[in-house]
């Protein structure tokens, strides 16, 4: 099958949507980032989001996208370094996140493999009609900021307005995501950590233009 991709914009980073697409998404932490490099992605993808709806492609156009995988890249590296208030390392906190992930499985989406890291998440899973990426995303952040929030007794932002997703394009990209999930906390150095999970069988993924889907 295949489907067209469309761009859509919160905040700093550019998102690519497609009709029945599947998703790699990267959500984490108020904190979890340096500031530096969370100013560096928000310059090179404003820039993009500007050349991509003037309808322009030069050379430099190609070089910032470049520059901003590879941000996109040390970004996700850089969580794995648990900076700041790590707070899925309580096992309470962990299961709130992890029970969110799943609670509409099969309902409003349907999810493949996800991980819940001491200071991110990462989940591989697509969207069922009518719901969307962003609300998703919104569903599962909010309601657990919630839990948490009431469950450690504390005020002010939990979660990062902004995520990474990376629209899958095929069927290699779709197994190079599932294994980076199952492979994450181990590569952490998170020996025997039990929020991880892989569900089976996978998809065929649909084919769609290769704007913002490399592998990790």
Not at 150 to 159: A, E, K, S, V
Not at 182 to 204: D, F, H, I, Y
Request: aromatic share 10%; net charge positive; proline share 6%.
């Amino acid at each position: 099958m295949n489907a067209s991709a469309l761009i859509r914009s919160r905040g700093y980073l550019p998102h690519w949507e497609s009709q029945r697409a599947i998703y790699f998404v990267t959500f984490r932490l108020a904190g979890s980032l340096p500031r530096d490099l969370v100013e560096a992605l928000r310059s090179e993808s404003k820039a993009i989001e500007r050349a991509t709806r003037a309808n322009t492609t030069v050379s430099a156009d190609h070089e910032r996208a470049r520059k901003l995988r590879a941000l996109i890249q040390k970004a996700e590296r850089s969580l794995d370094d648990s900076l700041g208030e790590c707070h899925m390392r309580n096992p309470l906190v962990a299961k709130i996140v992890a029970d969110a992930l799943q609670q509409f499985h099969g309902q409003r989406y349907d999810l493949f493999a996800w991980c819940v890291m001491p200071n991110h998440v990462h989940v591989l899973f697509s969207p069922r009609e009518p719901y969307r990426l962003e609300s998703i995303l919104h569903s599962w952040k909010s309601y657990s900021a919630h839990r948490v929030s009431r469950l450690l007794r504390r005020t002010g932002t939990f979660w990062q307005r902004e995520y990474f997703d990376h629209l899958v394009c095929g069927q290699s990209h779709l197994l190079k995501f599932a294994e980076y999930i199952e492979a994450n906390p181990q590569k952490a150095g998170l020996q025997n950590w039990p929020w991880v999970s892989s569900l089976s069988p996978r998809p065929r993924a649909p084919v769609v233009p290769p704007a913002n889907s490399d592998s990790p």
